[in-house]
């Protein structure tokens, strides 16, 4: 099995590793203060870590997030009807599945973190 390849137990312990190791790095970045390590993650830490996953990148990894996510409707809270129609006029269905797939590792990621109480 490829990297761009798994399973849903694979995908939920990636995002348990993802959001253990984002909260550490923000520790080390920040002399160890919570606050300012959970400022940096909202800031924007997390949002580069998902972005330049390979997950959100490639097009199969995307169908595989979708599937595996507990919200893999979360775009739905940034994007309406209207907005999704005109991505998929303009640039076709395909265009959606990076975008479903971001929104989706971002809230796992987000849920995981406030498991492990980094809120």
């Known amino acids: 099995m ?6 849903s137990s694979e995908y939920h312990k990636e ?28 800031d924007h830490l997390l949002h580069e870590l998902v972005d330049s996953h390979q997950w959100v990148i490639y ?6 997030v979708e599937r595996f996510s507990d919200n893999a409707e979360a775009f739905k809270d940034v994007y309406d009807n209207e ?15 990076p975008i479903v797939a971001y929104f989706a590792m971002y ?3 987000s849920d995981r973190l406030n498991e492990l109480e980094v809120n």
């Open 2 to 7: 490829s990297d761009l390849e798994f399973t």
């Open 15 to 42: 995002i348990g590793d993802l959001a253990a190791n984002l909260y550490t790095e923000a520790l080390e970045q920040n002399d160890n203060d919570h606050d300012l390590a959970v400022e940096a993650i909202h």
């Open 107 to 109: 809230q796992d990621i």
């Open 59 to 64: 097009t199969y990894s995307n169908e595989l």
């Open 83 to 97: 907005s999704i129609g005109a991505i998929v006029a303009d640039r076709g269905l395909e265009a959606l599945k």
